[in-house]
């Protein structure tokens, strides 16, 4: 296990970043992380870098300064990558790789670290657990605490995942004796929608396809809807959950339209199908049930290709 403070030593300049398209578990790394070692590491300058991430997080202490627009900087003597690796940083990764010590944080199956010092680790169930782990807990305060909670409640499905151990709970319960409003943040971040979320979500869900006799099921949205509803790729979280959530679904395909001929991809699924191993097949990966990636073609090609490796996986369960 490494040393935060340790690895940080005698940094003037230190950069935190996470993957594009940041959810939850990296807002809430990113954000936590760079109030720890603001606090801890005062004369330090800390700089946070990600897309503009979903307002929802705005109550997280620290999101209005998150820097979106990636200017050039002189090199960073730490720059962390948490929640990805280094190729899934987007504009960032200069940033990382022109960097003088440069540390991967991440929960992500991987074959290896993609800096000087990695801390990985696949068995947890998100990368603020794994931050969390690190950090010196007589440093918490309630806004580190509370960005935390938040990451963790996001990679767990608020502690209903797979991936949720005795340990994350018991993580849990010490984070919410800092006292934030933790009901409130669990429905406003994870559960509440948008009225345009909520149209989207209810066509996607009533133009839905089950295939594989019912045990697989896709949905999609074109670039035509989304202008129709003026919807941005914010607009479409928890879809693919609320397909999962069908009764008999082993598998949920969700996909939106990001150009001519190309789809970002996600996938939900129980214990008979390994979504990271279905999508590590087209350049993508995640967590055993939930992962993603990016596939060219037309929807119906890329559902043929998907439903290739999902239907071997559920005719040869493990």
């Known amino acids: 296990m490494i040393n935060l403070l340790e690895e940080c030593k005698g940094a003037k300049r230190i950069g935190i970043s996470g993957h594009a398209r940041p959810d939850g578990d990296c807002v809430g790394a ?4 760079q109030m720890y070692l603001r606090k801890c590491l005062p004369e330090a300058e800390v700089n946070a870098f990600l897309e503009k991430p979903a307002d929802i997080f705005s109550e997280i202490k620290g999101f209005e300064e998150i820097i979106t ?3 050039e900087q002189e090199s960073y003597d730490v720059f962390f990558a948490l929640d990805t690796d280094a190729e899934r940083m987007g504009d960032a990764e200069k940033y990382f790789r022109a960097a003088h010590k440069t540390i991967n944080i991440d929960h992500h199956l991987r074959q290896a670290g993609s800096g000087d010092v990695n801390h990985l680790d696949s068995t947890v169930g998100s990368t603020c657990e794994l931050i969390y ?4 807990e007589d440093k918490l305060d309630r806004d580190i605490a509370m960005a935390i909670y938040i990451g963790i409640i996001h990679d767990t499905g608020v502690f209903q995942y797979s991936n949720t151990t005795p340990a994350t ?3 849990g319960s010490k984070l919410i004796r800092y006292g934030f409003d933790f009901p409130r943040l669990i429905q406003e971040t994870f559960f509440q929608k948008t009225y345009v979320q909520a149209q989207i979500m209810g066509r996607t869900l009533m133009e ?3 295939l594989l006799d ?3 099921i896709a949905g999609v949205v074109d670039q035509k809807t989304m202008h129709f509803y003026n919807a941005s790729s914010k607009d479409l979280d928890g879809i693919v959950n609320q397909l999962r959530n069908i009764k008999g679904v082993e598998c949920a395909i969700f996909m939106y339209q990001t150009g001519e001929l190309e789809y970002k991809v996600s996938l939900r699924s129980s214990e008979n199908v390994n979504a990271a191993e279905v999508a590590s097949h087209f350049g993508g990966g995640g967590h055993a049930r ?3 990636c990016t596939m060219a073609g037309d929807y119906h ?3 043929k290709s998907l439903l290739i490796h999902i239907e071997r996986q559920l005719d040869t369960p493990e």
Request: aromatic content about 4%; proline content about 4%; hydrophobic content about 40%.
């Open 30 to 33: 990113v954000l936590g992380l």
């Open 69 to 71: 627009d990636f200017p």
């Open 133 to 136: 782990d690190l950090m010196e």
């Open 169 to 171: 709970m018991e993580k």
């Open 208 to 210: 839905s396809i089950r």
């Open 214 to 216: 019912g045990r697989c």
């Open 290 to 292: 939930a992962a993603g």
């Open 301 to 303: 090609d890329c559902i």
